[in-house]
């Protein structure tokens, strides 16, 4: 996993999301990095895994913030 190396975060969207959904959520990250103080600077991943989750190693609530804008894009994506 990338973040155990780079201490980034990663966003792993299950293998069974669509390829559209998950340009969506790299949009997102993208628009977070440059747009939102929590995300600005920080490295993000986006890869696929058996589920959807968000793993910040060095911020909880931060995951836990992604994690809600992630699942709330997708469940209206």
Do not use: C
């Amino acid at each position: 996993m990338a973040s155990s190396i780079f201490m980034g975060i990663t966003v792993t969207l299950a293998r069974n999301i669509s390829d559209k959904d998950f340009q969506q959520v790299e949009d997102l990250v993208r628009h977070l990095q440059g747009t939102d103080y929590n995300f600005s600077g920080r490295a993000i991943w986006v890869e696929r895994g058996a589920v959807t989750a968000v793993h910040d190693p060095k911020d909880a609530l931060r995951a836990a913030l992604l994690q809600l804008m992630v699942d709330g894009m997708l469940r209206v994506g």
